[in-house]
Nanobody, 125 residues
C-alpha cells in the first residue's frame, strides 16, 4: 500500500522561508515522478515543482529562483525549500507520486496517482 505523507507547513511573514518534506512508502522512490502541488481556496490545483521519472526538474514560473526541489532516495523523501515567500504562495501544498516521464507534463496533476493529505502554508504580508 502506497502512503504519501507531507510535513513542514506553517505560517510565516512575507520574505520568510519554509521547508516542506514528503515521505513516500510502499513504492520504489527513484522509479517514479514526484512533485509538489498547491491549491488555494477557490482556485484549481497547480503544479509547483517536480522531478519526472528521468530525474529532470521542472518549476512553475511563479516559484523559479525562490523554491528548490531536492530528494533523498535513501530516505524516500522529497523536499521543497521555499525562500522569499509571498502572500500569493498561501495554499494547501500536496505531495504526489506518479509515472510521468515527460518534463512538460511533470506539473500536470492528472499525471499523478498517489497524493498526500496536504500541509498548509500561510504567508502574511
Amino acid at each position: 500500500q502506497v502512503q504519501v505523507v507531507e510535513s513542514g507547513g506553517g505560517s510565516v511573514q512575507a520574505g520568510g522561508s519554509l521547508r516542506l518534506s514528503c515521505t513516500a512508502s510502499g513504492l520504489s522512490f527513484d522509479d517514479h515522478a514526484m512533485g509538489w502541488f498547491r491549491q488555494a481556496p477557490g482556485k484549481e490545483r497547480e503544479g509547483v515543482a517536480a522531478f519526472d521519472r528521468d530525474g529532470g526538474t521542472t518549476y512553475a514560473d511563479s516559484v523559479k529562483g525562490r523554491f528548490t526541489l531536492s530528494r533523498d532516495n535513501v530516505k524516500n523523501t522529497l523536499y521543497l525549500q521555499m525562500n522569499g515567500l509571498k502572500p500569493e504562495d498561501t495554499a494547501m501544498y500536496y505531495c504526489a507520486v506518479g509515472s510521468c516521464s515527460l518534463w512538460y507534463q511533470a506539473l500536470w496533476p492528472s499525471k499523478y496517482k498517489y497524493w498526500g493529505q496536504g500541509t498548509q502554508v500561510t504567508v502574511s504580508s
